[in-house]
């Protein structure tokens, strides 16, 4: 398996502009996970899904995040409008249930700056 | 209350010495897994090792082991023989069974080895 794929790996944009992050989890794992890493808030859940559905959004910073799951092998991170403290590493873990034994599998990140 | 403290930011070790991350977690879920990851200055995250909550015996992958103490809720990284490539940011995390199944993770340990 390829494991957990990210798209794009860096994306710079501008303040105001739309930002789509793209994650392909590992096939067959039921759970996915964004995560946003910062120097100041370190490793911060944002949302997760079960079999596609959004689990908890609590982590989402305000209204202008959204993720959606369409299908097991697709999910996507918007933000709308941009701002610069967006700018962080994004990652998209995968895992299986398992009863608490499986890892999370993390993707490479999307390490984005908005200016 | 914080599921996951590591309460050292940075550590130094001699290069082929020992070294012990701490991690202290909290949880009310009888059934748990803890691990560790790695982050190196490129940026992913690898996963290291795993303890279940019901295991008797302490988890150990080659150079690493985790020392877990259950009544203590302590589950420290134990590095043995450091080398140059172990220095980079460890993250302990924990996954709740019956909560959520959500992974939380600490705020991490930079690991530094001396040569």
């Known amino acids: 398996d390829a494991g957990v794929i990210q798209s794009p790996r860096h994306e710079v944009t501008e303040m105001g502009q739309e930002v789509t992050l793209r994650c392909k989890p590992i096939s067959g794992h039921d759970y996915l996970f964004w995560y946003r890493q910062t120097m100041m808030r370190g490793l911060e859940l944002l949302i997760y899904f079960n079999n596609n559905v959004p689990i908890d959004d609590s982590g989402m910073p305000e209204d202008r995040f959204s993720a959606k799951m369409p299908n097991a092998s697709f999910s996507t991170l918007k933000i709308q409008p941009s701002e610069p403290r967006d700018s962080a590493v994004y990652f998209c873990?995968?895992?299986?249930?398992?009863?608490?034994?499986?890892?999370?599998?993390f993707g490479q990140g999307t390490r984005l700056t908005v200016v | 209350a914080q599921k996951i403290t590591q309460t050292q930011p940075g550590m130094f070790v001699q290069e082929k010495e020992a070294v012990t991350l701490d991690c202290t977690y909290d949880t009310s879920d009888p059934s748990y897994g803890l691990f560790w990851y790695k982050q190196p200055s490129s940026g992913e995250m690898i996963f290291l090792i795993y303890q279940g909550s019901y295991d008797q015996q302490n988890a150990t992958e080659g150079r690493y082991s985790l020392n877990f103490q259950k009544a203590r809720k302590s589950a420290n990284l134990v590095i043995s023989a450091s080398q140059l490539g172990d220095s980079a940011m460890y993250f302990c995390?924990?996954?709740?069974?019956?909560?959520?199944?959500?992974?939380?993770f600490g705020t991490g340990t930079s690991l530094t080895v001396i040569p």
């Open positions: 995390a924990m996954r709740e069974v019956n909560t959520g199944n959500q992974f939380y």
């Open positions: 873990a995968s895992s299986l249930r398992g009863q608490g034994y499986t890892e999370a599998f």
